[in-house]
């Protein structure tokens, strides 16, 4: 028994001093830890949603124009210039929310979300096509929402990337209140997946 004692009396050292060690960290430390274990989130009031806030080059801000949506939270990370119409425009991957105008409600889901795809078309400066590779019902946070899901081709336009992955959701918020749109394109040199990972993050 006082074999035993001294065992559980060493380990209860060794883990006293552990937690001794992690308190004298610095806080700036201890944030920056916590900060790795858990992601950052875009959350926004006007719609109630949030999504992830992805890593460098990524940045808090939507950077798309206001037209048709009028955006109320986002993110971009920059791609570079591109020369449309003989100028030179900066060019961004994107994740912006806002709320659906009435211009392009339906009360049908998929059908607003389609009229959003088409709406919401970041590309028209340079010449592309676009393919819809998937349109399906599912859930955000619980609510009915319809998801889209596109591919961008630039033919001839001689970019640093050769497609864009893209995606339009509209969310029910029921209520009678103005469905809530999300809108995320991302070019292929800056990594298809964080298209992947914005769409599970999206509540």
């Known amino acids: 028994m006082s074999g035993f004692a001294v065992v559980t009396l060493g380990v209860l ?33 006007a719609t109630g949603l949030s999504y992830e806030l992805l890593a460098s080059p990524w940045h808090d801000g939507c950077p798309m124009r206001n037209n048709p949506v009028n955006w109320t939270s986002g993110e971009g990370a920059a791609d570079g210039k591109v020369t449309a119409g003989g100028h030179a425009i900066s060019w961004y991957a994107n994740a912006c929310v806002g709320l659906l105008p009435s211009s392009l409600q339906n ?9 959003a795809a088409a709406a919401i078309d970041t590309d028209k400066a340079l010449h592309h096509t676009r393919s819809t590779m998937t349109s399906t019902a599912t ?65």
Do not use: C
């Not at 049908?108 to 009229?115: I, R, V």
């Open 107 to 115: 009360k049908n889901l998929a059908k607003e979300a389609a009229n």
């Open 13 to 45: 050292g060794v883990l006293a001093w552990g937690i001794f060690q992690m308190a004298k960290l610095p806080a700036a430390d201890r944030l920056a830890a916590a900060t790795t274990q858990s992601p950052s989130a875009v959350s926004d009031p």
């Open 139 to 203: 859930k955000v946070g619980g609510q009915p929402a319809w998801e889209i899901k596109l591919q961008v081709r630039y033919p001839g336009e001689h970019l640093r990337w050769t497609t864009e992955m893209a995606a339009v959701v509209v969310v029910d918020r029921y209520g009678g209140q103005a469905p809530a749109v999300f809108y995320a394109s991302v070019p292929g040199n800056l990594g298809a997946a964080s298209l992947g990972t914005l769409l599970s993050s999206l509540r």
